[in-house]
C-alpha cells in the first residue's frame, strides 16, 4: 500500500525539457478533429427513461471537494517484477515515481475471475476492463459465456447455429468459419472453433472452410505454425473437405477496430470473399513462405494469402454459403460483419455474396449487429454513468480512437451514444495512422490538452480517459519503443494533475490490464526466453495487477485503503469515485477500495 500522505505538488518539466523530451507530444497540441459523439463505429443510442430514476444518495464526504473526481487509465500499465523486460520499471517517469512515494495506493486484479474471464490464467483485456471499470461489478464475459453454451449444448440448440447450418445443407453450401486464430482468449479461442467444427460435421455439413486470423499478439509473436501444423493435421482426419481457405496476420488484414483504417477491412475481402491474393498449398507453408520473403516479421503483420487445391482457391465465399465471425469481442468484428452483411462500407466490394451470417456474440447492442448469434451477451445494466445523469451530474470521457470505444461503449455496458446528451461530453482525438512503435507518443499529449481545456471550460462532476501508449505500443513488440511510451504518459500526466488540482479535483491513476510491464518472454524461472540468440519479444497483456493511485491535494487524512477486502479489482473503482464525488454506492457495487473516517 502507498504512503499516508499526499504531495501538494508535480514534478512538472520546465518548458525547455519537455521540449526536449518530448519530440513534440508536449506544450500546444496541434489542430485535430474533435467529435463529441460515440465512435463512428457505434450510432447514438436511445436514452432509457430508467435512467432519470437512478439517483445517488450523497454521503459524508460530499461538498469536501469543489472539483471533479478524473479516473485516468493508462491502458497496459501493470506492476510486474522488475526484469530486462518490464518497460515500465525501466522507463524515466519522475511523476509516477513521485506519486507512488506520495500518495495513498494500492493494486487492483484486473484479469481473470476478476473481470468476468473463465479462469485466474486468463488475460484481462480493455473491452472487458472497462466493462467492470464502469459497470462496478463483475460480469461473466465473452470466453466464459462462449465456453459454457458449448459445454452445455446451448450453443448448438440456438436458432443462430440451426440456421446457419440448414443453409448450408439446403443449398449445398460450405460452412465458413473467420476469426482470430489462436488461443489468447482475448477475442477468440481456437477450442471453440474445434467445436463447433465437430458439431458440423456431425450435422452433416458437406464442406468447412477457415479464414484463419494470425495472432502473435495475444499469444506469442511468431506462433502461428503452433497453431496451424496441428490443426491442418486434425481437419484432414475429421474430413477432406474440410480446411483452411485463407489467412493474414490480424493486423494487415480484416480486424480493424473503430473505422480506423478500413483498408485493413479491404484487404480481408479480398482475401476471404474473392480468393484474391498469393496462393499457397495450405496455410503453414504459407506462413513459411511469406516469413522467408519478409525476414523479421512478426504474426499479426503477415501479408494475406489464399490456400489452393488442385489449381484453385480451395473456398471463396460465394452464393448460398454460410459464414461465422467466431470472434466473441466486438470491437474488431464490427467492420467485417457489416461488410458481409451488404451494409453500406468506404469500399468496393466487387460482389456481394448472399450468405447466412451469424457472429459469436452481438457485436454493437444498439444496433443489433449482427442479427444472427451464436450466443448471448451479457446484460450490463445500471452502470456508473447511469447513475450520475441520473443525479445531474456532467461527464466528460476523453480518448484517442484506439480506445474511444473504450472510454464510451464499453464503459457504458456496451451501449452506443450518449446517455444524456445534455450531461456529456465525449472527445475523440485521431489517432496516427502508422504503427505505434514508429510514434510511441501516439496522441497522449493531445488528449490532454483536450482534456485540460474541457475541465476548464464547463464544470463537471466525472470525467474519465484512456492514454492508450503503453498497451498499443506494448503489443508491437518492441522494447524501446514501450520504454518511451511510457514516458510519454508520464509527461502528460505531469502536466495533467496540476490542472486538475487547480479546479479543486481529484484524480484516480490506474490501468485497465497490463502490457508494457513485460515486453520479453520468461521461462518457468523467470528468466527471459532467448530464440536464435535473441531475447524473445512479448506482445499479450499480462497477469499483473495494476496501481490505483488517488491523488487528492487536499487530503487531510479523511480516508484509507481499506485493507479488509482480499482481493480489490477494477470492478472497485467505480464506488470509490463515486465515494470521493461524495456519493454513497449503488447497492450492488463491489465496495470502495477506500474506508471513510466518520
Not at 527471459?528 to 497477469?543: M, P, Y
Request: aromatic share 8%; charged share 20%.
Amino acid at each position: 500500500m502507498g504512503s499516508a500522505h499526499h504531495a501538494t505538488f508535480w514534478l512538472v518539466p520546465s518548458q525547455k525539457e519537455r521540449r526536449q523530451r518530448s519530440r513534440g507530444f508536449g506544450g500546444k497540441a496541434p489542430d485535430f478533429e474533435v467529435s463529441r459523439g460515440a465512435a463512428r463505429a457505434y450510432p447514438p443510442r436511445r436514452r432509457q427513461e430508467v435512467i432519470v430514476s437512478l439517483s445517488l444518495k450523497p454521503n459524508s464526504f460530499r461538498g469536501r471537494r469543489t472539483g471533479p473526481v478524473v479516473v485516468v487509465v493508462m491502458d497496459g500499465v501493470g506492476m510486474g517484477v522488475d526484469y530486462p523486460g518490464n518497460a515500465i520499471t525501466a522507463a524515466r517517469k519522475p511523476c509516477l515515481d513521485h506519486l507512488m512515494s506520495t500518495c495513498l495506493w494500492t493494486k487492483l486484479a484486473a484479469h481473470g475471475t476478476a473481470v468476468g474471464m473463465p479462469s485466474d490464467a486468463d488475460m484481462g483485456n480493455s473491452e472487458v476492463g472497462h466493462n467492470a471499470l464502469g459497470a462496478g461489478r463483475v460480469f461473466d464475459q465473452g470466453a466464459k459465456l462462449v465456453q459454457e453454451a458449448i459445454d452445455s449444448g446451448a450453443m448448438f440448440r440456438g436458432e443462430g447455429w440451426k440456421q446457419v447450418v440448414a443453409n448450408c445443407q439446403r443449398a449445398n453450401g460450405c460452412l465458413h468459419f473467420l476469426g482470430l486464430f489462436s488461443d489468447g482468449n482475448v477475442h477468440s479461442h481456437i477450442n471453440h472453433l474445434r467445436s463447433m467444427i465437430a458439431q458440423a460435421k456431425s450435422a452433416g455439413v458437406a464442406k468447412v472452410a477457415v479464414h484463419a486470423l494470425l495472432d502473435g499478439r495475444d499469444v506469442g509473436e511468431t506462433s502461428a505454425l503452433d497453431y496451424l501444423e496441428p490443426f491442418e493435421r486434425w481437419l484432414a482426419e475429421v474430413d477432406p473437405n474440410y480446411g483452411i481457405a485463407s489467412g493474414g496476420g490480424r493486423m494487415s488484414i480484416t480486424m480493424d477496430r473503430y473505422e480506423a483504417d478500413w483498408s485493413m477491412v479491404e484487404r480481408g475481402w479480398h482475401t476471404h470473399v474473392l480468393a484474391e491474393g498469393p496462393r499457397f498449398p495450405s496455410a503453414s507453408s504459407a506462413v513459411k513462405a511469406l516469413r522467408l520473403s519478409k525476414p523479421g516479421v512478426i504474426d499479426q503483420d503477415l501479408p494475406p494469402f489464399v490456400v489452393e487445391r488442385s489449381g484453385r482457391p480451395f473456398a471463396p465465399i460465394v452464393d448460398g454459403d454460410s459464414v461465422v465471425f467466431f470472434n466473441f469481442r466486438g470491437d474488431r468484428a464490427i467492420e467485417i460483419s457489416k461488410s458481409l452483411l451488404g451494409l453500406p462500407v468506404p469500399f468496393e466490394r466487387v460482389r456481394q455474396p448472399a450468405v447466412c451470417y451469424a457472429g459469436m456474440m452481438t457485436y454493437d447492442g444498439d444496433t443489433n449487429l449482427p442479427p444472427r448469434i451464436l450466443v448471448a451477451p451479457p446484460l450490463i445494466d445500471r452502470t456508473m454513468g447511469e447513475y450520475l445523469v441520473g443525479s445531474g451530474q456532467r461527464i466528460l470521457a476523453c480518448s484517442e480512437t484506439q480506445k474511444f470505444g473504450h472510454v464510451t461503449y464499453f464503459w457504458n455496458g456496451n451501449r452506443s451514444g450518449y446517455l444524456d446528451k445534455s450531461l456529456e461530453r465525449y472527445i475523440e482525438v485521431p489517432s496516427d495512422r502508422v504503427s505505434f512503435d514508429e510514434r510511441p507518443w501516439m496522441k497522449a499529449a493531445e488528449i490532454t490538452d483536450a482534456t485540460i481545456a474541457a475541465l476548464i471550460e464547463q464544470p463537471t462532476g466525472f470525467a474519465r480517459i484512456n492514454y492508450a501508449n503503453c498497451d498499443m505500443v506494448g503489443h508491437t513488440g518492441s522494447f524501446v519503443a514501450a520504454r518511451m511510451a511510457v514516458e510519454a504518459v508520464d509527461l502528460c500526466l505531469a502536466r495533467l494533475l496540476p490542472a486538475i488540482a487547480k479546479i479543486g479535483g481529484i484524480t484516480i491513476v490506474t490501468a485497465d490490464h497490463g502490457n508494457a510491464d513485460e515486453m520479453l518472454e520468461m521461462d518457468k524461472t523467470g528468466a527471459v526466453r532467448f530464440e536464435n540468440g535473441r531475447a524473445k519479444a512479448k506482445t499479450a497483456h499480462t497477469l499483473n495487477p495494476v496501481p490505483a493511485i488517488i491523488v487528492d491535494p487536499g487530503f487531510a487524512g479523511e480516508y484509507a485503503i481499506d485493507t479488509s477486502i482480499a482481493r480489490p479489482g477494477l470492478a472497485n473503482v467505480a464506488a470509490t469515485a463515486l465515494a470521493l464525488m461524495g456519493f454513497d454506492k449503488p447497492e450492488a457495487y463491489e465496495p470502495s477500495f477506500l474506508t471513510f473516517k466518520r
